[in-house]
Nanobody, 127 residues
């Protein structure tokens, strides 16, 4: 079981940028689709970006054009570049595989047990 560790969060002003990293304890090459998720206060966790093995990326409408997901197999790392951050982007961000990925609005990832999630990294957008 590859453990994933998120990092790179912090406090940023609206319009600012952050780059999140997600590093695996072992090879992530076997994980076909990787995703970044977030959970805002009082809201359910949501999948916001996904990258498939061939490099295709999908994004939730709310982050399309502002966020970019990428992966580096050599470093066992998945990144999320976040630009033009907005107040509503404030959340805890998590990375994980997306089992049986179909679309950004799919719910297959709901089956991931709680113990397979990392602690996430807090992103706070505030003026």
């Amino acid at each position: 079981q590859v453990r994933l560790q998120e990092s790179g969060g912090g406090l940023v002003q609206p319009g600012g940028s952050l780059r999140l990293s997600c590093t695996g304890s072992g090879s992530i090459a076997s994980l076909t689709t990787m995703g970044w998720y977030r959970q805002a206060p009082g809201k359910k966790r949501e999948l916001i970006a996904a990258i498939l093995r061939g490099g295709r990326t999908d994004y939730k409408d709310s982050v399309e054009g502002r966020f970019t997901i990428s992966r580096d197999y050599a470093r066992n790392t998945v990144y999320l570049q976040m630009n033009d951050l907005k107040l509503e982007d404030t959340a805890v961000y998590y990375c994980n595989a997306v089992p049986s990925y179909s679309s950004i609005s799919g719910s297959s990832w709901h089956m991931i047990p709680d113990e397979y999630w990392g602690q996430g990294t807090q992103v706070t957008v505030s003026s």
